[in-house]
């Protein structure tokens, strides 16, 4: 379970008409003890009934009720809400009590309230008064339960009442899905990542300005092997795009070109297809799924409760990997920032190299364009190739050429191992017609 932009601790800036939102991220050393005493608090009440955790008592090891409510949630990755087994319940209470049971065709509390039901229905009428309550219960219950030795029902009426309301919230147990408990420093970091990736569900486009000289140095002082450069990160970009349904345009800075034999700075905006009935951030999970990739500081796993849980949010925080070379590093990244959509208007979220420090160790992710088939259907024909009318609105810049890996490449002195990424000529304007690889 994630929280949502709503319930995240947050300030709002307005700049003439410019309206900028800033998220609270947690920085090193920040709130550690209070995460510590919230995570104790959990394991406290491993086993005990959800009507025994105490929200207020939460919050309190926290201090900030928005935090508290968030780091809650973060949490949920590790410690989750499970219903106890009937069958394990009720042997506990007695092995005869369980064959009376499944002799009456009772094997769940739904059950167990319909069978109540008819008794009273049959044995009062239909209607039971307060008095009549616990006598009525204690016949049902010799009923069903038998009797012991000495003829008392060996069904206590307390029992009975407990079995009747196994399945609600109140009666679930809390459980641990890993061996042991989370330290402060994992929560932590996937509450920013988690926080991070509330921004980006809500956001209609996302702007990165890479630097590909560092890029270069990066990838030459991680491995002495040839580099692809970083046309490996545009061709990967467009196949991810492609099976995401993700616009994008890139293109040169226009200042780097005039005053560079080589330009390096390079522009990236990821936008989803905008429609005429649907909300400006309708494709934010996409644009979010695609960064996180893009980063490289995540492999999709699938949550096993159907989103935030361990698989999803631990598989985040493994020990990271060796850097990708289809990632890009948060140090060749010089600017960053996500056009976001909250309560009707719309803000400007920069995310600067502290933020994006902020979040998991960049881990492998190479295996997933193999391991993980999209869930986005793609979103234009596979026979056709239609040309992009939403580039137009973007700043004018330098188009990249058509043999964009080897032209980048080429242009950084570095060599290149990769086929072009086109193979049939375009109309001269790669932003309008990059449309045609998904």
Same mark, same amino acid.
């Given at each position: ?34 995460? &510590?005493?919230? =995570?104790?608090?959990? &394991? ?45 319940? =009720? ?12 002799? +009456? ?54 029992? $009975?009442?407990?079995? @009747? ?8 147990? @809390? ?11 994992? =929560?932590?970091?996937?509450? *920013?990542?988690?926080?991070? &990736? ?23 002082? +991680? ?20 099976? $995401?349904?993700?616009?994008?345009? @890139? ?14 700075? $390079?522009?990236?905006? @990821? ?25 490289? !500081?995540?492999?999709? !796993? ?33 600017? +960053?920032? +996500? ?17 994006? *420090?902020?979040?998991?160790?960049? =881990? &492998?992710? *190479? ?41 980048? %490449?080429? $242009? ?16 001269? %304007? ?9």
């Amino acid at each position: 379970m994630r929280f949502s932009l709503q319930d995240i601790k947050k300030q709002v800036q307005r700049r003439g008409n410019i309206l900028s939102v800033s998220l609270h991220f947690l920085r090193s050393g920040e709130l550690r003890e209070e995460i &510590e005493h919230l =995570v104790s608090y959990h &394991e406290q009440l491993l086993g005990h009934a959800q009507r025994d955790f105490s929200i207020d008592d939460a919050r309190a090891c926290i201090g900030d009720y928005r935090l508290a409510h968030c780091l809650i949630t973060t949490l949920s990755a590790w410690y989750y809400w499970q219903q106890p087994d009937w069958q394990m319940v =009720v042997k506990q209470l007695g092995n005869d009590i369980l064959e009376r049971f499944q002799e +009456a065709n009772i094997t769940s509390p739904a059950q167990l309230r319909l069978a109540l039901f008819n008794f009273v229905n049959d044995r009062f009428d239909g209607f039971l008064d307060a008095q009549m309550r616990g006598a009525a219960l204690e016949e049902f219950a010799g009923m069903h339960g038998g009797t012991d030795q000495q003829g008392m029902p060996a069904l206590a009426v307390p029992d $009975l009442e407990y079995l @009747l309301t196994l399945d609600s919230d109140e009666e679930a147990v @809390l459980v641990r899905d890993t061996s042991h408990a989370p330290g402060a420093e994992e =929560v932590a970091s996937l509450y *920013n990542q988690w926080v991070f &990736e509330a921004a980006l569900f809500n956001a209609s486009d996302v702007h990165f300005v890479i630097d590909c000289t560092t890029f270069i140095k990066m990838q030459d002082g +991680a491995t002495n092997k040839t580099t692809t450069g970083i046309g490996a990160v545009i061709k990967r970009l467009c196949y991810l795009s492609r099976n $995401l349904g993700v616009y994008y345009d @890139l293109a040169y800075d226009s200042d780097s070109i005039a005053d560079q034999t080589s330009p390096s700075i $390079l522009h990236l905006t @990821l936008y989803g297809p905008q429609e005429m009935t649907g909300a400006p951030q309708q494709y934010g999970l996409r644009l979010a799924r695609l960064c996180r990739i893009l980063l490289g !500081y995540s492999n999709l !796993y699938h949550s096993r409760r159907g989103g935030g849980g361990v698989d999803e949010g631990m598989g985040r925080l493994r020990r990271p990997g060796p850097t990708s070379p289809a990632t890009l590093s948060t140090a060749a990244i010089l600017q +960053a920032e +996500a056009t976001i959509h909250f309560l009707q208007r719309a803000y400007r979220f920069v995310m600067d190299a502290t933020l994006l *420090n902020l979040l998991p160790s960049p =881990v &492998e992710t *190479n295996t997933i364009e193999t391991q993980a088939p999209s869930n986005f259907p793609s979103t234009s024909p596979t026979n056709k190739h239609p040309i992009s009318t939403y580039a137009k609105y973007r700043n004018t810049t330098t188009s990249l050429h058509l043999f964009m890996t080897a032209a980048l %490449n080429s $242009l950084l002195q570095k060599p290149s191992t990769h086929l072009p990424i086109a193979t049939e000529l375009m109309d001269g %304007n790669w932003n309008a017609s990059q449309s045609r690889f998904y």
